[in-house]
């Protein structure tokens, strides 16, 4: 279980995104969010969902356990679900209703422990650009650079592959150690690190 601190001043405090829980009639949702102050959106015609802000990590609280048993030989499984959000105050840490981009929770991981690779697994062999278009095309590889001008034209979706590539950048801007970054599927990831597949994403 991992704790991940945000800042309370945030600007995704100010506007909630992520749908969490159940679904609820109209009406339900009305009166839960005049009760305890909630926001409620229509989620994909199945209902209405609370929505929870989504602000970025800044802090993996248990970072230097992680280091320890990583050191001790034995493979972690942390920030499940970007990590439990936790503010700092005077009292010490609160817990906010939130969630935390995966993603970005694993970049800060993965550059707290001075990892040379970030692989982030996920249902595409490759990036790709105008995806799901007839000119859709895959990229083996791209620079930050590149990237960043890939996000100005709008090329990839919010929710989906924006905040992988995004998280890519982070972990590749900020290593010293000239490391890359690598997006893949599960399926494929041994041939992705052989080269055969996946985009690699370099400084």
């Known amino acids: 279980m991992t704790q991940v601190v945000v800042d309370k001043n945030d600007p995704g405090f100010q506007k909630p995104t992520k749908p969490v829980g159940s679904f609820y009639s109209k009406e339900d949702a009305d009166a839960i969010a005049r009760e305890k ?87 595409v062999d490759r990036v790709c650009i105008n995806f799901n278009t007839p000119d859709q095309k895959e990229i083996a590889s791209m620079t930050i650079k590149e990237a960043e001008a890939y996000i100005a034209e709008n090329q990839f979706a919010p929710g989906s592959m924006l905040p992988k590539v995004q998280s890519c950048i982070e972990f590749v801007k900020n290593n010293e150690h000239g490391g890359t970054a690598l997006i893949t599927s599960l399926a494929r990831a041994a041939d992705a690190l052989g080269g055969a597949t996946g985009t690699i994403i370099t400084k």
Request: hydrophobic residues 45%.
């Open 37 to 123: 102050g909630f926001t409620f959106v229509e989620d994909s015609g199945r209902g209405y969902r609370r929505v929870v802000p989504s602000p970025l990590p800044k802090r993996i609280v248990e970072l230097s356990v992680v280091e320890q048993l990583v050191a001790s030989g034995v493979i972690v499984i942390t920030v499940g679900g970007g990590g439990i959000p936790v503010i700092e105050t005077a009292d010490g840490l609160e817990g906010v209703a939130a969630v935390i981009d995966k993603d970005r929770s694993s970049a800060l991981l993965a550059h707290g422990v001075h990892a040379d690779k970030l692989i982030i697994l996920t249902a």
